[in-house]
């Protein structure tokens, strides 16, 4: 990610924080609609998981001018999804739910530039997050082999 993409995205979620929650709720529907196959991937309830991902999201955008502080707690998040069942091409459709949200949220801010800098900020977090999980696969899979 570009310095200035990183700016757009913070810029443009600090607009989205007035409706973070709501934002969240819309992206989750959005996401089961898009795919009802997902919902069992969610063991708590809606509300809850609303909120977890308002706090990621807040957490996740204002560190992305410091990557090298994110970048670990996204691995051990992507880690942690493998485990709950979450598959290589689920990581599509959650970004196609949240630019969808954001969209909608964001309106005319919602610019082509701002969706191209959440596009490269979902997708540095999205392979991130697939790289680790993969990762500790391969480590699960050593472990497994006799010596």
């Known amino acids: 990610m570009t310095t200035h993409q990183v700016a757009l995205v913070q ?24 795919d009802p196959s ?7 309830p809606q509300a809850e ?3 977890k991902l308002a706090h990621v999201l807040t957490v996740v ?9 994110i970048l670990p707690a996204v691995e051990e ?12 091409e689920h990581y599509a459709t959650v970004g196609d739910a949240l630019l969808w949200t954001l969209q909608r949220g964001l309106r005319e ?7 191209e800098a ?3 900020a979902y997708s540095l ?5 697939q790289q680790a999980a993969a990762d500790a696969e391969t480590v699960d899979m050593f472990a497994l082999q006799p010596a």
Not at 38 to 44: E, K
Not at 77 to 88: D, I
Not at 125 to 129: A, D, F, H, K
């Open 61 to 69: 955008v204002k560190g992305l001018s410091r990557p090298e502080q």
């Open 125 to 129: 977090l999205s392979s991130t997050m």
């Open 77 to 88: 998040l992507g880690r942690h999804h493998s485990g709950y069942g979450v598959r290589p």
């Open 11 to 34: 810029s443009s979620f600090n607009l989205v924080v007035p409706i973070l929650e709501t934002a969240a709720t819309m992206f989750y529907d959005r996401l089961f609609q898009i």
């Open 38 to 44: 997902l919902r069992r991937l969610f063991r708590t």
């Open 49 to 51: 998981q609303s909120r």
């Open 109 to 115: 801010a919602f610019t082509d530039e701002v969706r």
């Open 118 to 120: 959440w596009s490269a």
